[in-house]
């Protein structure tokens, strides 16, 4: 959300993928808790939220990590072409698409955190 290498808001980064925590699992995670605790566990909503969760967080950890590895090596590869090349000039690809296991976990204790505040709170 906040970039503190560069001292300054970037509100694109709200939306964005990659990063710590993740966010994506955070929402998803606080979604299914909160069916869970409000609807119980035997809740045909909560086995489709546990579902969903479980999905965002194998396809952050999977597909989007690895297409964004993939990305970072074709960005390295470009920047080493010559000038005259004709994709020297291309745009960088997007390399932070994915998570990290360890950035998944801790958006999953985040949303858990704030799923159970909201619980409490209401």
Request: charged residues 15%; positive net charge.
């Amino acid at each position: 959300m906040c970039r503190f290498k560069e001292k300054r808001w970037d509100s694109k980064r709200m939306l964005a993928s990659g990063g710590m925590p993740s966010s994506h699992t955070a929402t998803v995670t606080a979604l299914a808790i909160a069916i869970g605790l409000q609807e119980g566990s035997g809740a045909p909503t909560f086995a489709i939220a546990l579902v969903l969760a479980c999905v965002v967080m194998y396809d952050a950890t999977g597909v989007r990590l690895h297409a964004g590895r993939q990305a970072e090596l074709l960005n390295q590869i470009v920047c080493e072409l010559p000038p005259e090349h004709p994709v020297s000039n291309f745009r960088p690809l997007r390399d932070s698409l994915g998570h990290t296991p360890l950035q998944v976990a801790a958006g999953a204790v985040l949303g858990s955190i704030v799923a159970f505040f909201m619980r409490s709170s209401s």
